[in-house]
Nanobody, 117 residues
Framework: QVQLVESGGGLVQAGGSLRLSCAAS????????MGWFRQAPGKERELVAS???????YYNDAVKGRFTISRDNGKNTVYLQMNSLEPEDTAVYYC???????????WGQGTQVTVSS
């Protein structure tokens, strides 16, 4: 099963930017759909953005126009560029992978993003 390792979280002031990275340990990275989820204290985990093997990217309405998901298949890495961060973006962010025809079944350990007002 693919293993995922996130990096890039931290503390930032409102209006600032962060870029999250997720490195995948698989020789067939290009076959996977990749996604970023987040979970804030007391809330359910939600899908923030996803990028399929082919096709259109998806963004949660709460982050449209501020976040950008991208992937580099040569580096087995998916990114989440987060701009204009708001305190409401504070959460643990998780990288996830889905094999073709499967649901999200591989998860990273999570990285904390804290946005101060």
């Amino acid at each position: 099963q693919v293993q995922l390792v996130e990096s890039g979280g931290g503390l930032v002031q409102a209006g600032g930017s962060l870029r999250l990275s997720c490195a995948a340990s698989t020789r067939t990275f290009e076959r996977y759909s990749m996604g970023w989820f987040r979970q804030a204290p007391g809330k359910e985990r939600e899908l923030v953005a996803s990028i399929p093997r082919i096709g259109r990217t998806y963004y949660n309405d709460a982050v449209k126009g501020r976040f950008t998901i991208s992937r580099d298949n040569g580096k087995n890495t998916v990114y989440l560029q987060m701009n204009s961060l708001e305190p409401e973006d504070t959460a643990v962010y998780y990288c996830a992978a889905a094999a073709p025809g499967a649901s999200w079944n591989a998860w990273g350990q999570g990285t904390q993003v804290t946005v101060s007002s």
